[in-house]
C-alpha cells in the first residue's frame, strides 16, 4: 500500500553534517508529520504541517527543520545541532475527511557514524 | 499535559489464550483513542480506533473514562498477532497530532 514515499531507507552521516530525508505523498491529504522512532521510547513528534506554508514544533524539534512548499512533499532536514541524531524517522499523513486517521511511510533509518 | 501509558513493554502468551494489552492516558478533555500496530517488517497502521466500535482481527477496545482507560482485548490469541501495539492519543476538536506510548511488544507462543 504506496501513498507515502519515504527515501531513502537507509543513511549513513558523518557526524557535523546535516542530512534531509524525503517524504512524498499522493493521497492529497493536508497535514503531515515527522515521527522518530527509538526502541522502548514510542514515537515521538518532530514537525508536523497542516496546510502548506505552514508546520509547527512537535515535542522534540530542537536540532530539526522542515518546509512544506507543495502539499505533497514534507522533507525533513536533521542538523548537526541534534545531539543523537541515530534513529528511526517516520512520515506521516492525515486528513480530515479519512476521519484524521493517521497514514505512516515505510520510515527511514539514519545512523551517524 | 497529554500523556499515554503502557505499563507493559513485553507480554507473552500462548496460542489460544486471551490477551490483554494496557492503555492509559491523562488529557482533561475529550480524547480520541486508537490503538496502531506494527507487524514484523511492515509499515506501522490503525488496528483500531474507539469511536468506530468495532472489533478488528478479533480484537476490541472499550473507552473507559472513569478508568481513563482505552485497554485492547482479544479472547483467543494467535501467533500471528506477534508484533508491536501503541496506544495513541489524539487531543480532538479537529488537532490531529496524537501522543503515542511507548509501546508493547506482544508475543504470541506456538
Known amino acids: 500500500d504506496g501513498g507515502i514515499t519515504q527515501s531513502p531507507k537507509y543513511l549513513f552521516r558523518k557526524e557535523g553534517q546535516n542530512v534531509t530525508l524525503s517524504c512524498e505523498q499522493n493521497l492529497n491529504h493536508d497535514a503531515m508529520y515527522w515521527y522518530r522512532q527509538d526502541p522502548g521510547q514510542g514515537l515521538r513528534l518532530i514537525y508536523y504541517?497542516?496546510?502548506?506554508?505552514?508546520?509547527q514544533k512537535g515535542d522534540i524539534a530542537e536540532g530539526y527543520s522542515v518546509s512544506r512548499e507543495k502539499k505533497e512533499s514534507f522533507p525533513l532536514t536533521v542538523t548537526s545541532a541534534q545531539k543523537n541524531p541515530t534513529a528511526f524517522y517516520l512520515c506521516a499523513t492525515s486528513d480530515r475527511w479519512s476521519g484524521n486517521t493517521i497514514y505512516f511511510g515505510e520510515g527511514s533509518w539514519l545512523t551517524v557514524v | 499535559a497529554q500523556r499515554v501509558t503502557q505499563p507493559e513493554k513485553l507480554l507473552s502468551v500462548f496460542k489460544g489464550a486471551p490477551v490483554e494489552l494496557k492503555c492509559n492516558y491523562s488529557y482533561s478533555g475529550s480524547p480520541e483513542l486508537f490503538w496502531y500496530v506494527q507487524y514484523s517488517r511492515q509499515r506501522l497502521q490503525l488496528l483500531l480506533r474507539h469511536i468506530s466500535r468495532e472489533s478488528i482481527k478479533g480484537f476490541t477496545a472499550d473507552l473507559n473514562k472513569g478508568e481513563t482507560s482505552f485497554h485492547l482485548k482479544k479472547p483467543f490469541a494467535q501467533e500471528e498477532d506477534s508484533a508491536m501495539y501503541y496506544c495513541?492519543?489524539?487531543?480532538?476538536?479537529?488537532?490531529?497530532?496524537?501522543?503515542f506510548g511507548k509501546g508493547t511488544k506482544l508475543t504470541v507462543n506456538p
Open positions: 495513541a492519543l489524539s487531543l480532538g476538536g479537529g488537532s490531529e497530532k496524537l501522543v
Open positions: 504541517s497542516q496546510i502548506v506554508n505552514d508546520f
